[in-house]
């Protein structure tokens, strides 16, 4: 779709002198690694939690690597804090994501850094003008797959639209010098079309930040007027169609009684259900961690979902998990720490949703932090990525690798 283009002289980034120093003119000691994405706004979800905590796990455990995040921004411009925004059309009712359009800025902008090795968080803009400014630098590129975008073509706009997207994923992916899957699901799909230099990376958690300490059960009832018998069920996201929301609201009104959804940024505005509590997308995410741990249990319904890191967050929290046994949610929970729902259908969920509060849930809530603490804390993620690049730049990882999380 893209042919690989020289950045023209005109098409320079305009910046204040002060920013165009640290862009053009970078400081060269350490290890300079560049991040590239779309996916970046201030309702972001997943693929931005895993941007800042890889860029605090890096100023506290590896300061010796440089690290530089670029993503669409009101206007071209670079901070001291190691971001740059790329001038980007907003999108009309898309919680302030933005377009990317020129191809030939964001190389621009890729190049002037003047990285070791990039990472593209996705197959669009972004991700083409990695691979161009990659190729022209010498420096490696990795995609790192956080969308399924031919099952998103699929759902939005019918099966006929799978098929083209998924040539294009493919195609664009079969690029890339390395390519991480955050699940088995993930890489599965990978393979499938065609990729072969590749790994699996799980995404993790911050165990200190999302805590059963902070939760205030008693307080978060009074507050939402609920009573005391509550059944608290919660989901935390955007209200986009592949989250399944309407199943799950669904759900909840079968099972009736002291059953209750509490939305968190799933559209605050829309009236889903008397039996649903609706709240605004949540900025600060120590209030966040509070909302969850002082809910009974979480609901995930996207059978598709490649990661979930929403899962991982409510298990830190000490809440059991039910959500789909297929996808990435399948490889996150099981009986220990939750109840896999056999389908994804309303009537799915909801037994899913009893057999969980029929079983002993403190237990329950106790193994799923335990789980969260011992398998999923963000250090071995980010030891894993920081090797992996070592590799890549050393070109000791250009051959397949084998799959391992």
């Known amino acids: 779709m893209f042919e690989p283009t020289a950045p023209r002289r005109d098409d320079q980034i305009r910046l204040d002198a002060a920013a165009r120093a640290q862009v053009v003119e970078p400081h060269r000691s350490g290890f300079h690694l560049v991040d590239a994405t779309m996916m970046y706004a201030p309702r972001s979800g997943g693929v931005k939690r895993y941007l800042e905590a890889k860029r605090g796990w890096l100023a506290r455990r590896r300061p010796d690597l440089r690290h530089t995040l670029v993503v669409p921004g009101a206007r071209t411009a670079a901070y001291t804090d190691g971001m740059v925004s790329v ?23 890729l190049r002037l850094l003047a990285p070791d090795v990039i990472e593209a968080g996705d197959v669009f803009v972004p991700g083409h003008a990695a691979l161009n400014a990659g190729e022209a630098l010498g420096a490696p590129v990795i995609g790192f797959c956080h969308t399924d975008a031919a099952a998103l073509a699929a759902l939005h706009f019918g099966d006929w639209a799978e098929g083209p997207a998924f040539s294009f994923w493919a195609q664009a992916y079969q690029r890339f010098d390395h390519v991480v899957a955050p699940s088995r699901h993930m890489a599965a799909r990978l393979a499938d079309a065609g990729v072969q230099r590749l790994s699996i990376h799980q995404l993790g958690v911050d165990t200190t930040l999302f805590d059963p300490a902070r939760g205030d059960r008693a307080r978060l009832l009074k507050r939402l007027d ?97 959500g789909s046994r297929r996808g990435g949610v399948g490889e996150l929970i099981d009986t220990a720490v939750g109840q896999p729902a056999d389908s994804v259908e309303p009537s799915g969920l909801a037994e899913a949703i009893e057999a969980l509060f029929a079983r002993e849930l403190a237990a329950v809530s106790q193994s799923a932090r335990r789980r969260a603490e011992t398998r999923h804390g963000w250090d071995a993620t980010f030891e894993a990525l920081t090797r992996l690049y070592g590799r890549l730049v050393t070109g000791t990882a250009r051959a397949p690798l084998p799959l391992s999380a």
């Open 87 to 109: 001038a980007a059309t907003r999108l009309p009712f898309g919680n302030g994501y933005r377009m990317p359009a020129s191809l030939t800025k964001w190389e621009t902008v």
């Open 226 to 322: 609920l009573p005391v018998d509550t059944r608290l069920l919660v989901f935390a996201g955007r209200p986009a169609r592949e989250k399944n929301i309407d199943a799950m609201v669904a759900a909840v009104e079968r099972l009736g009684g002291p059953y209750r959804l509490l939305l968190i940024g799933a559209g605050k505005d829309v009236s889903w259900s008397p039996r649903v509590v609706s709240l605004d997308f949540e900025r600060d995410p120590a209030r966040l961690a509070a909302l969850l741990a002082s809910c009974d249990a979480a609901l995930h319904a996207n059978e598709n979902e490649i990661f979930g890191l929403f899962v991982l967050e409510a298990m830190a929290a000490g809440l059991p998990v039910v």
